[in-house]
């Protein structure tokens, strides 16, 4: 039986949700029997026991390292400090790899892989080389654009892009050129361009319909902004912090909004009236409440959907998944209020596509609302002749290229 070894980056998200995508790509692609092996840590290790419960003998603990947390996205100094010391529980950044290797080393030996797939775990691909086993790293930045107050990670990038050369193939989870949202995170030297292949965004271009939630019928044939709280602990908190900062100026008095929270916790759901108090979702559905802010914990596929469909605007940190699917497949202009500078550069490339708004201080986040809405015609018209271009299917084409090189072994 072939088998296919998946590592997965554990900070934020999108290197989970990707692989979840081409999870069920790769059932409609490969032919014949193969096995799947996960490996991840921390939440992501978690979310995989809990969605593949029966395979969990194919599911590994691999302690890949991750930055320090801060208040804001990760730790600078917190970081730089572990390189050789040990804090927040972390042994030393030089410990950390050493160790992970090997564990990663002694995955390898045991499954013997026919072909591995990396959403952001580079190790692995030093690995596979090593072994000379095919392997495919899924991406969406190589050499970012730095900002000068960010100048001294640069040769840590080099570092890093030379782990990402390392793989048989780079896959860029973006459309091709000239429409890549990425496109400032990526610096492809001339030799690796050769390897790189844009397959499209891993988007859910197919969800199951079910009936409608009370969420959904509260919000219908609103008019609001739809604010998302994405990545991981700290980054989500800090995006948080920015929000409620915006929700306490006068002019956002009248502002309809609804907050997802990217955390599966119920006691986090909550509808604010304009008359001061506080309803649950249902209750407020029942008293036909006119809600000034809607507080989620965790949106199911379709209820993000509905909330996209019928808000105005989308206020992101500048997440790539996030972002395609925002402008891609819902068109809804954005306003990016970014926490690291791969996000300001992919706000950027929006804003200059005329798909959205950069805004870093509240007083700039309240002038794009009204830029939008002002504006929002001009908005549409780039949004439609992106969407016309954006490739959503990048799980469908990553599959099909594992496919092949899995038929080519036989």
């Known amino acids: 039986m072939l088998k296919i070894g998946e590592f997965i980056y554990p900070w934020g998200s999108g290197h989970y949700s990707r692989m979840m995508r081409l999870n069920s790509a790769l059932d409609n692609n490969i032919s014949g029997k193969f096995e799947i092996h996960f490996a991840s840590k921390d939440h992501v290790y978690h979310k995989l026991l809990e969605r593949f419960p029966n395979h969990k003998n194919q599911i590994h603990q691999v302690l890949m390292p991750t930055p320090i947390d801060g208040k804001f996205g990760p730790s600078i ?136 939630s009370d969420l959904e019928k509260l919000v219908e044939n609103s008019e609001f902004g739809y604010w998302m709280r994405t990545g991981n602990r700290s980054t989500n908190d800090g995006t948080g912090q920015r929000y409620e900062q915006v929700f306490h100026q006068s002019e956002m008095k009248d502002e309809k909004r609804i907050i997802s929270h990217a955390r599966n916790d119920p006691k986090i759901d909550v509808v604010f009236g304009k008359d001061g108090k506080k309803y649950s979702v249902s209750e407020a559905l029942e008293k036909k409440i006119d809600w000034i802010q809607i507080d989620i914990g965790f949106l199911s596929e379709q209820e993000k959907e509905t909330v996209l469909k019928f808000s105005k605007y989308a206020v992101v940190n500048g997440s790539h998944t996030v972002m395609g699917e925002i402008l891609g497949v819902m068109r809804k202009p954005i306003i990016g209020i970014p926490i690291y500078d791969e996000h300001t550069n992919n706000i950027k490339w929006a804003e200059e596509k005329n798909l959205g708004v950069l805004a870093i201080k509240t007083k700039q986040i309240i002038q794009s609302i009204s830029k939008i809405k002002d504006n929002y015609n001009k908005f549409e018209e780039s949004l439609v002749e992106f969407s016309k271009n954006f490739v959503p299917n990048g799980a469908e084409n990553t599959a099909k290229i594992a496919a092949k090189i899995l038929e080519e072994k036989k």
């Open 77 to 212: 100094l917190l970081s730089l400090l572990n390189l050789l010391l040990p804090l927040s529980k972390n042994p030393s950044l030089v410990k950390q790899v050493i160790s992970y290797l090997k564990e990663e080393g002694k995955l390898y030996d045991r499954e013997k892989f026919d072909l591995v797939i990396n959403d952001g775990d580079m190790g692995s691909n030093i690995i596979a080389k090593n072994r000379q086993i095919p392997s495919l790293f899924i991406t969406n930045q190589f050499r970012p654009k730095l900002y000068r107050s960010r100048s001294y990670f640069y040769p840590a990038l080099i570092f890093v892009s030379k782990q990402i050369e390392k793989a048989s193939r780079i896959l860029v989870a973006d459309s091709p050129p000239p429409y890549t949202i990425c496109e400032y995170n990526l610096n492809f030297t001339k030799e690796v361009k050769e390897k790189v292949t844009y397959v499209g965004h891993f988007t859910s271009i197919n969800i199951e319909k079910k009936a409608k």
